[in-house]
């Protein structure tokens, strides 16, 4: 059911859609749903989350009391547009825009979010209608949302909302329309003061120092896998041995068993049951094939003689699994059980969106089967390949926005953990979704007023905090403070971070783009068809090129301030290093790199500087002088980046700063120190003063031979 409209395209004065009608027209609604389910135009509150194409999307609903309530209805019909229409063309087609023509829900909640506003705002300039509102006014509020001290990117959601509200003016009523905003034609730069460059990705990296040991617990949970699967399995067996009525053959047993439990462990046995202590009686009625009403009973004789309640009820399954060649548990208790395999569940999730680059949307998807096993190319070198959809623009061959996305033409590669994740996760799902929102392992209700069947992210965010929390803990009672996962500084580890934290952890590490490349298949260095489709390559290559050549700058930068500063350079390559970094600085100082301008300076021979602190040196790669690879003078091998890892002390692309001397300096220290060390053996003596000579005739040379300039030179 639609509005009627004449000819002109501009909506009669009598709103046609009748309070009782569904918010949304039978086109917009998944095939096969049931319209007395779906939400009424006259509803309070609206729930749209039906509308999402990804089973992982979370509940969205819209409440039209929140808005004042002269202006409720307006917004109530522009939002029957926003759901029933396209976004208009002519938004569309605008240069740098990021605008679709079916917005998700998750758009679409941005959007009513920026019209509460809007109304909020107008209605305390007492405006009643939106007819009243004029350019002037439209000035105002972008005036106060830039000086309101949001975020630069919520300023401009909160305008977009506004300016969607205008390009569906010509399909609402009279009263309802309000004119082009002002910055439409004067950018949204003139009302939002800014230093931030649009292009600039404000999503935080996981810092490294929580990185590190989230990934390391997520892989020793995986090693545990089969310990907690099998305590599982352990667990369901006894609950299944729960009887409904009482077994009166079972009563001396269970007696004679609470009663040695008791005098050993002076407790009863327990756990907890959502946030309370209490005694195992499914435990117990279990063990001795009885119900739970009989266990209870028996069971709480003892705490008439104050006999407390403990936290123990230790499963027959065997621990195998060692942390640091000790048994990580003496045993996985009954309650713990359905805990860690949330915990596991977590972990492999860790893995796989940390390990393949994976959007979150996409990975949530994942089914069994996703992994097959490996293909040897015959070369030796097995690659395990990961199948799923996208999302990200997918459509039908009608052109369509596609509901439940599309297959991908290519699959992600992914590394030999990853393919143990899904591995493992295969084992403990019993349906075909990997992250599925009830598992068998979780008992209880959930919220059905969403339609999906997939983890939301904010399920997962909540589970991967719950996880640290858990780890700390473990870590804390067994003695292992210094594994700990700190809080990181920028707030809370969520999915979303995952991906951005590839690129710029391995761009900005020697020989990242080498290990990307082998590790992802995301980059130049790797063959595309054993990688991934253009889409792939033009998301997580494009946020890995944007890392790498922030990092070069950066670095480029230091040194021109290291050099202002009085520092020398030495090493063949000494002049070219000078010169590339004065040039940088002076074209991008302090500034954050567009895409485009990252793909520039990648592509320029001349900024093409590698740090490699380990070999005290910087690489300013040339690949026609590089020694790395001996294969240089062939064609194919011009677009190699440098083997980081296999620097010759002869090559014409090396430089070294006074910084790098210091480093080596600190190393000969620690080297001595070694050489003087009483245990250190003879042959290893003899090894470490050689090196220590080495480096001795490194600095003395970059001593003799550096270039130190005063000012910097002009490019």
């Known amino acids: ?3 009627s409209l004449t000819a002109s395209g501009q909506a009669d004065d009598t709103w046609l ?110 405006v009643t209608r939106l007819r009243q509102v004029g350019h002037d006014l439209l000035a105002d509020y972008a005036a106060y949302v830039g000086r309101r001290g949001c975020s630069v990117a919520t300023a401009q959601d909160e305008l977009n909302a506004v300016t969607l509200l205008w390009g569906f003016a010509p399909h609402l009523l009279a009263m309802d329309r309000i004119p082009m ?106 063990l001795f094939d009885t119900s739970e009403r009989h266990a209870k009973y028996e069971a709480t004789k003892y705490r008439e003689s104050n006999v407390p309640v403990g936290l123990y009820a230790p499963l027959l399954s065997p621990v195998n699994g060692a942390i640091h060649g000790r048994k990580w548990k003496p045993h996985i208790h009954f309650h713990e059980a359905p805990l860690l395999m949330t915990r596991l569940a977590t972990a492999a999730m860790i893995v796989i969106l940390y390990l393949s680059g994976v959007r979150p949307g996409e990975a949530l998807e994942l089914q069994v089967g996703c992994c097959p096993d490996p293909i040897d190319n015959g070369t030796g070198s097995i690659r395990y390949q990961l199948h799923g959809l996208f999302f990200k623009g997918a459509r039908n061959l009608d052109g369509t926005p596609a ?29 075909p979704i990997l992250f599925p929102t009830n598992p068998p392992w979780i008992t209880g209700s959930c919220d059905r007023r969403r339609p999906g069947n997939v983890m939301t992210t904010l399920a997962a965010n909540t589970r991967i905090r719950s996880f640290i929390a858990w780890v700390n803990d473990y870590a804390t009672s067994n003695g292992l403070d210094d594994e700990r996962i700190p809080t990181d500084p920028d707030g809370d580890v969520v999915v979303m971070r995952f991906r951005r934290t590839v690129a710029w952890h391995i761009g900005r590490l020697p020989g990242g783009r080498v290990a990307l ?111 790395c690879h001996p294969e240089r003078t062939r064609r194919n091998n011009r677009e190699l980046p440098p083997a980081i890892d296999r620097c010759d002390p002869a090559c014409a692309n090396i430089a070294r700063t006074d910084t790098h001397i210091n480093q080596l300096r600190h190393e000969i220290t620690q080297l001595t120190d070694q050489v003087a060390h009483r245990l250190t053996p003879i042959p290893l003596k003899q090894r470490l003063t050689q090196r220590i000579t080495a480096l001795q005739r490194i600095a003395s040379r970059h001593e003799r031979t550096k270039t130190t300039i005063e000012e910097p030179e002009q490019p």
Request: hydrophobic share 40%.
């Open 1 to 3: 059911m639609t509005t």
């Open 17 to 126: 859609i009748r309070p009782d009608d569904p918010f949304a027209t039978t086109d917009r609604l998944p095939e096969g749903t049931d319209s007395d389910q779906v939400s009424r135009f006259g509803d309070q509150r609206w729930n749209y989350t039906l509308l999402g194409r990804r089973r992982s999307e979370g509940s969205q609903t819209v409440n039209w009391e929140a808005f004042p309530e002269t202006l409720r209805e307006s917004f109530r019909r522009a939002g029957w547009a926003l759901v029933n229409l396209p976004t208009p063309a002519a938004l569309l087609n605008r240069a740098a825009t990021a605008r679709v023509e079916w917005p998700a829900p998750g758009t679409m909640a941005q959007v009513f979010r920026g019209w509460r506003r809007f109304a909020v705002w107008l209605s305390g300039h007492n």
């Open 181 to 286: 905003p002002p910055w439409e034609n004067e950018g949204v730069k003139h009302y939002l003061a800014t230093d931030t460059t649009p292009n600039e990705n404000t999503t935080p990296a996981i810092h490294p120092a929580v990185m590190s040991p989230l990934l390391i617990w997520s892989l020793r949970f995986l090693d545990l896998a089969d310990d907690i699967t099998v305590a599982w399995h352990e667990q369901q067996r006894i609950l299944a041995r729960v009887r409904e009525h009482t077994n009166p053959h079972a009563t001396d047993a269970l007696r004679g068993f609470l009663e040695t439990w008791v005098a050993e462990h002076g407790e009863l046995p327990g756990g907890v049951t959502r946030g309370k202590r209490g005694i195992a009686a499914k435990y117990l009625a279990g």
């Open 403 to 431: 509901r439940g996305g599309v297959a991908r033409d290519m699959p992600w590669t992914v590394v030999p953990p990853v393919a143990t994740a899904v591995r493992v996760l295969e084992r403990m799902v019993d349906g």
């Open 517 to 627: 490349a082998m590790q992802y298949g995301h980059l130049r260095t790797s063959v595309v068809g054993e990688g991934y489709s253009g889409r792939a390559r033009q998301g997580l290559r494009r946020i890995l090129d944007v890392e790498t050549a922030q990092a070069m700058a950066d670095y480029l930068d230091t040194v021109a301030g290291e050099l202002h500063n009085g520092q020398g350079v030495s090493g063949p390559a000494a002049g070219r290093m000078i010169q590339a970094a004065h040039n940088a600085r002076s074209r991008f100082e302090g500034r954050f790199l567009t895409p485009r301008q990252a793909e520039a300076l990648l592509e320029e021979p001349e900024f093409q500087v590698y740090d490699n602190p380990n070999a005290f040196l910087t690489c300013n790669y040339d690949p026609a002088k590089a020694l």
